[in-house]
């Protein structure tokens, strides 16, 4: 039985015809309507969606973004890896001491101290520089093929809506070239990266360089017609700025730098995976003709449980471990599927009603159209089960039984198109969601949103970004301290909540203990929550 | 029938209405009871206050504020019916709601209409009683969204001069004094206690319990651990002692006790810590022992026995300062000798007895008798020895003593005393010094050495910094002046505040060590490894040392190096070669 046949099975179950032709699938609905819907030529490009994500990242060391955003932005390329400036620092004249004895003590600490192991795995577990200056990055690049974002990740998340950004760019761009604050052995490891890449050595970078990078020509075209979702874009420029801005010593502004970078992009990918996936379940109840659910906000999905009090058991119940299989085990696992979905249905929309239809796909706009266009409906049903047929057919696995069962299915087109490009990618679903954030925020050290207990996963906020947080939502504010309850409306703005309100005193009380929640009386509402520093 | 006359009020009665459970504990202003009012101390505050209303001084917004009992209600009665016609606007009901209604909220506006941006200002004075949450709620109630709630400068004021806000108090027309009783010292010199002590005394005809009429026809007063208590607790030195362990027990959680607070220590102590809730008549439980022939009873509930061994939030903190659990001589020999001579040990109690306390010769007896086991027996002598010479029982243990010793220095220091000759400051720098590279780094020698973080914490540390916390160093460590007296000199002065904490400033990080963060950094000093929940309190001293690390380093600090794989440590500094070239010298520290 050919592709075409399976097609037109679907399409006639609705009364509706549908053909595929030579890069378009031609439909017309009992109704009449004919519509031409282009196919991709390349059905990897289908997963990208470019004004919410600018580049098809797998997961990585997260130090290894501003690795990459230094050297994007010193135009370094060819440049020998850093086990390279490692080894040579017991060599002779790398290291300003005068014999060779003195040079392997130094040589050894600072290989232990500015080098980070990973946590071991198969495929990283070679150690690699800290980027605490672009003298180190630019000149020498981390370990093995890199598979994360860019600068283009930074460069998106510095989308201000029209253009980029400047001022947190040029912020960290002069962080990382300043090299005050230096102990006596940075100033050495700096001269030993500097002088062993002799004249092509480079010691500083500039956002104006970042600016006029491919990446930034990539990203603005990427956004051109705005971003997916701009609000978790102005947080995080609002952010950054704020953690560079803080009274931390250099190191730890670096380390702050990174850590921001993390916790936005990680909680970036939940939220748009919470939207597209939410806009999808919309949009199959719209095309269904019962009307789009409401969607909930995004706003205090992510529940929590407080890392800074020392450990505690957690059971599948707890709030922190349901959230988790909500947020994770359900919307961010089927990101690339839903990814692929919405774009192929936007492929439908623009076809059908090109009009109306804006430039970037969103489920939660189609949503809302097909509950006004009955028409529209039957195109994006007939549609999307034909593209479930042809894409599964595209793929050297899919079977006569498959195509079969999905022709025959009772089951609402949109639903099909998902499920089946689910099915289809089920063996690497992970590469581009979960292994992304948890890399950036599944940690066992410093800066951890995700945790492991047994077989339990479940989120956990640990101190790091618990005095991160405080910081920024006190700055979103404008206040210098912050009633608790305020300060907790001011996380849910990031998705982040307590628990429970069990959880709540919790987190009260560890705030308290780290310095950072002041109690006036006894009386709950009188509980400040004011940074540290 | 009763061994005492029935128609006259119990005084155990009175003294157990005192706790802080007791429905009339919580005062309303304007309407205090009876008992209340007998149960009112006046203070320095009461005074100041007084003298600055009827002055030329008088400031247009006087806000009396502090936490639920600490004395809001009773001042602010004291005030308007003293000099009322100074005040022309009193809100003296906004101190018990925790959230402020939006009618509460209304009410507070039109209070502080007179305060409003702009506004000049009252014809008289305006006086309130507000607890420190219902300021800041209605604040926060009245904010509408990102505009101005036309109250913004009296909003900088009061929560800069409660140190709430790090916001420069605006310029205003107007005058205000805000008195934060939280900074009120209620025990130790100027404290309530010694004169509540005195109001409990069964023999005091103006006291709490009149005299204690009911006394005097009874048959069982050497039953009654009660009257001996009020007695004993009331005589002497004993109020001194007493007062002493209060004070220090409100240095150990570095936080003045609350009257409210006090009251219920006082009932505690008076009543040997028991509820007396069993009878109607709380004085039928005292002829209930006596007809059981019952002196265990009595000594249980008699104050040498229960004065370290009381329940409550401060009899809590009162009991570790019990001086027979500190290592001294004086408490070794009279622990050693208890139970070898009965006879001297009854003796030893009776001494306690300055007339009228016969519940002690009860109890002075059952010791003779041999029947009080020699520990229990040492213990209460030790206490009944302190209760007689306080002077001779250092209260709490050395790190409290000679954490005292700073604070009195430091509150010199904070007056703007002569700051050139500050030994007890300077030993406190020491500690800290030694603390942090005991807890945090390593010590050469006296050299404390901090870590400069790796960013990996799993790693430790292999580069460290000589932290010296010198005082021309200011941008690295310096003692800063009490806060509170520094941001609201007057008002810290109405308050007769005494500072319970040295603040310091490290690294850029303020943090203020009191009793309990100076028991951390003494026991980190001599090694010992802290509690979690105690690393979690080091948690700001930990940031300061990541930044006192940084600050030192950017100075040119020389480093301390620990070789991996190698217990040597060398020291790394800048030197020059005879050529003139910059070159790092590396020289080994120890092995």
Avoid at chain 1, 78 to 85: A, F, N, R, T, W
Avoid at chain 2, 340 to 357: F, K
């Amino acid at each position: 039985v050919s592709i075409e046949q399976y097609v037109n099975e679907r399409a006639g179950r609705s009364g509706a015809g549908a053909t595929v032709g030579k890069g378009t699938l031609e439909i017309e609905t009992a109704s009449g309507e004919q519509v031409s819907v282009p196919l991709p030529e390349d059905w990897s490009s289908a997963f990208d969606l470019h004004h919410a994500f600018p580049g098809r990242a797998r997961g990585d060391q997260r130090e290894f973004l501003l690795a990459a955003t230094i050297q994007d932005a010193a135009s370094a390329s060819g440049v020998p890896e850093d086990k390279e400036l490692r080894k040579g620092l017991a060599e002779q004249g790398v290291l300003p001491v005068p014999d060779d004895v003195q040079r392997n003590v130094l040589a050894s600490v600072m290989r232990e101290h500015y080098w980070v192991r990973p946590d071991a795995s198969a495929r990283a577990s070679r150690p690699f520089a800290f980027p605490f200056h672009a003298a180190i990055s630019a000149n020498y690049k981390p370990p093995g093929r890199y598979k994360m974002y860019r600068s283009d990740i930074l460069l998106f998340l510095c989308w201000d809506g029209q253009d980029f950004d400047h001022a947190p760019l040029e912020a960290l761009c002069n962080l990382l070239s300043d090299s005050s604050g230096f102990t006596l052995l940075d100033e050495a490891l700096k001269d030993a990266a500097v002088q062993s890449r002799g004249e092509e050595a480079i010691t500083e970078i500039s956002a104006n360089a970042l600016l006029a990078s491919t990446q930034a020509v990539k990203v603005r075209d990427y956004l051109a017609n705005g971003a997916f979702h701009q609000p978790a874009l102005d947080r995080f420029r609002a952010d950054l700025i704020t953690a560079l801005e803080m009274g931390l010593p250099r190191h730890d502004r670096v380390e702050a730098a990174i850590l921001t970078l993390s916790l936005h992009l990680a909680l970036y990918y939940y939220e748009v995976a919470y939207l597209l996936g939410a806009g999808l379940d919309s949009a199959t109840h719209a095309a269904a003709g019962s009307g789009p659910p409401p969607l909930p906000p995004f706003a205090g999905l992510l529940r929590f449980r407080v890392g800074a009090a020392g450990d505690r058991p957690v059971r599948r119940e707890d709030g922190c471990a349901a959230a988790w299989r909500q947020l994770d085990d359900r919307y961010l696992i089927s990101l690339m599927p839903n990814l692929g979905a919405a774009n192929l249905l936007h492929g439908v929309w623009r076809a059908a009603r090109p009009a109306e239809a804006p430039p970037n796909a969103d489920p939660r706009a189609l949503a809302a159209a097909l509950a006004q266009d009955s028409s529209l409906r039957s195109v994006v049903d007939v549609a999307a089960g034909a593209l479930a047929l042809v894409y599964a057919d595209q793929d050297a696995s899919a079977s006569d039984s498959e195509l079969g069962a999905i022709a025959a299915s009772e089951q609402p087109g949109i639903y099909l198109l998902r499920s089946t490009i689910h099915d289809h990618l089920r063996g690497e679903l992970h590469y581009r969601s979960r292994a992304v954030v948890n890399q950036l925020v599944k940690r066992t050290f410093g800066g951890s949103l995700i945790r492991r207990r047994g077989s339990v996963l479940f989120f956990e906020l640990d101190e790091e970004l618990l005095f991160l947080l405080v910081k920024f939502v006190l700055r979103r504010q404008g206040d210098v301290e912050l009633p608790f309850q305020q300060f907790l409306a001011g996380l849910a703005q990031y998705g982040l909540a307590p628990q429970d309100r069990d959880e709540e005193d919790e987190l009260a009380e560890s705030l308290e203990r780290l310095g950072m929640l002041h109690r006036y009386s006894d009386a709950g509402e009188a509980m400040y929550v004011r940074h540290l520093l | 029938m009763a061994p005492f006359d029935r128609s006259l009020d119990s005084p155990i009665a009175a003294i157990r209405e005192l706790r802080a459970s007791a429905p009339g504990a919580v005062v309303s202003a304007g309407a205090m009871t009876a008992l209340q009012e007998e149960a009112y101390v006046a203070t320095e505050t009461e005074r100041l206050l007084l003298e600055l209303a009827e002055s030329e001084e008088c400031p247009d917004l006087l806000v009396i504020s502090g936490s639920a009992g600490s004395g809001k209600s009773a001042l602010i009665d004291r005030l308007v019916s003293a000099c009322e016609e100074r005040f022309g606007t009193v809100l003296q009901d906004a101190t018990h709601s925790d959230t402020p209604t939006e009618g509460q909220a209304d009410v507070l506006s039109r209070f502080f209409a007179p305060f409003a941006d702009g506004v000049a200002g009252p014809d008289r004075a305006s006086l309130i009683a507000a607890n420190i949450g219902m300021l800041l709620a209605f604040f926060a109630a009245i904010r509408n969204g990102e505009g101005d709630h036309g109250f913004r400068t009296l909003e900088t004021i009061l929560k800069h001069r409660l140190g709430i806000s790090s916001e420069p108090p605006r310029d205003a027309p107007w005058t205000v004094a805000v008195v934060n009783l939280d900074l009120r010292p209620t025990a130790g010199p100027g404290g309530l206690l010694v004169e509540m002590l005195g109001l409990t005394d069964f023999r005091n005809p103006s006291g709490i319990v009149k005299g204690a009429p009911r006394c005097a026809t009874c048959q069982v007063r050497a039953w009654c651990p009660v009257r001996s208590n009020s007695i004993i607790a009331s005589s002497g030195a004993a109020p001194a002692a007493i007062d002493g362990l209060a004070a220090r027990a409100a240095a150990e959680r570095g936080r003045h006790d609350s009257p409210r607070q006090l009251w219920d220590f006082v009932a505690r102590l008076l009543c040997g810590d028991d509820g007396f809730d069993e009878r109607d008549d709380p004085c039928d439980a005292v002829a209930d022992a006596a007809e059981r022939d019952d002196r265990k009873w009595v000594w249980e509930r008699l104050l040498p026995r229960r004065l370290f061994a009381m329940g409550g939030d401060l009899g809590g903190r009162v009991r570790i300062l019990d001086p027979s659990s500190q290592p001294s001589a004086r408490a070794h020999g009279t622990l050693a000798r208890a139970g070898i001579r009965w006879d001297a040990d009854g003796d030893a109690l009776l001494e306690l007895d300055p007339g009228g306390a016969e519940a002690i010769a009860t109890c002075a007896d059952d010791i003779k008798a041999g029947q009080v086991s020699p520990a229990v027996t040492g213990r209460g002598l030790v206490a009944t020895n302190y209760l007689l010479h306080p002077a001779d029982w250092p209260v709490g243990d050395a790190i409290s003593q000679g954490f005292e010793k700073i604070l009195e220095e430091y509150s010199g220091f904070s007056a703007g005393e002569d700051g050139s000759h500050l030994p007890e400051l300077e030993s406190l720098t020491r500690l800290l010094e030694k603390a942090l590279g005991r807890s945090f780094g390593v010590l050469e020698g006296d050299t404390p050495y901090v870590p400069i973080k790796a960013y990996d914490p799993r790693d430790p540390s292999r580069i460290f910094v000589r932290a010296s916390l010198s005082y021309d160093q200011s941008n690295i460590y310096r003692v800063e002046p009490d806060p509170a007296a520094s941001r609201d000199p007057e008002g810290a002065r109405l308050a007769t505040h005494r500072p319970l904490a040295v603040t310091v400033q490290l690294g850029g990080v303020a943090f203020a060590i009191n009793l309990p963060m100076y028991r951390l950094l003494e026991a980190a000093a001599t090694g010992t490894v802290a509690s979690t929940s105690d690393l979690a309190r080091f948690y700001g001293l930990r940031r300061a040392v990541e930044a006192l690390a940084r600050a030192a380093a950017d100075q040119g600090e020389e480093l301390a190096v620990e070789r991996p794989g190698h217990a040597r440590r060398y020291r790394v500094r800048k030197t020059r070669t005879i050529g003139g070239q910059k070159i790092l010298a590396v020289e080994e520290l120890s092995r």
